[in-house]
């Protein structure tokens, strides 16, 4: 506390604050001193409490700047959104297409244009109504036999 002043200053001191106060005021005069010290050194506590907590905060606010750039930078977390994506895609084909989510290859492959031949075990798909069989179109006929 009294790291400015020697052994020797504060004897001195003390001789002339008895002398000037004398040595009936002189313990009051030490309490109100006493007193004020106390008053200066949790004021100077309080503000290295405040600075230490300013400094603190800064630094929680860098690191939360830090995690949120490596979340919305991490490679991982774009894989992991789009294995989520497809795995959602695979399971409701049907809604994944509203939603606009991303489509298989198949779905992605254009049309191609011109008369071909479907393979073998394959059928062609038109948009015209497949003809009835001949069974279904005219009614049985009674035949005699």
Request: no cysteine; hydrophobic share 45%; charged share 25%.
């Amino acid at each position: 506390m009294f790291d400015i002043f020697s052994w020797q200053h504060i004897v001195i001191l003390l001789v002339v604050a008895l002398v000037v106060v004398g040595p009936k005021d002189l313990p009051r005069f030490l309490n109100m001193a006493g007193k004020w010290a106390g008053k200066a050194r949790a004021m100077a506590n309080e503000f290295r409490k405040s600075f230490d907590e300013m400094a603190r905060q800064t630094e929680l606010d860098e690191l939360r700047k830090e995690i949120e750039d490596l979340k919305k930078n991490n490679p991982l977390s774009d894989i992991a959104n789009s294995v989520t994506d497809v795995q959602a895609a695979v399971n409701n084909p049907v809604d994944s297409m509203i939603d606009g989510a991303p489509q298989t290859p198949a779905e992605t492959t254009a049309p191609v244009e011109g008369n071909i031949e479907p393979r073998s075990g394959e059928f062609e798909v038109t948009d015209a109504a497949a003809p009835l069989p001949q069974a279904v179109r005219e009614p049985a006929e009674k035949t005699a036999p």
